[in-house]
Nanobody
Framework: QGLLVESGGGLVQTGESLRLSCAVS????????MGWYRQALGKQRELVAT???????NYADSVKGRFTISRDNAKNTVYLQMNSLKSEDTAVYYC???????????????WGQGTQVTVSS
């Protein structure tokens, strides 16, 4: 099991909703920004949304108004609520987090294993 554990992907129809979750699987010193990226078949990985430790959010233009990122710091978990899904949202979604594993450690980015989201029309 990796450090970031994702869940919540699946197959839905156009217009439906899904919620993705990503949890840090063990206790670590500090979690900084967290976010979601996606990679469609044959395309480069792209940013979907990020959220800082203070709760500031950032979204790709393509998902603004439809997706909402949030985090529960007590559970070391980040969520992505996806509404009004479109066929072009079909991709593997990856969780990303900037983690400092120990007090003396250097923060760096970690990735989840990816979860498939398929939107069928």
């Amino acid at each position: 099991q990796g450090l970031l554990v994702e869940s919540g992907g699946g197959l839905v129809q156009t217009g439906e909703s899904l919620r993705l979750s990503c949890a840090v699987s063990r206790s670590i010193f500090k979690i900084n920004a967290m976010g979601w990226y996606r990679q469609a078949l044959g395309k480069q990985r792209e940013l979907v949304a990020t959220i800082t430790s203070g709760g500031s959010e950032n979204y790709a233009d393509s998902v603004k108004g439809r997706f909402t990122i949030s985090r529960d710091n007590a559970k070391n978990t980040v969520y992505l609520q996806m509404n009004s899904l479109k066929s072009e949202d079909t991709a593997v979604y990856y969780c990303n987090a900037d983690l400092q594993l120990g007090f003396m450690a250097t923060p760096r980015a970690y990735w989840g294993q990816g979860t498939q989201v398929t939107v069928s029309s």
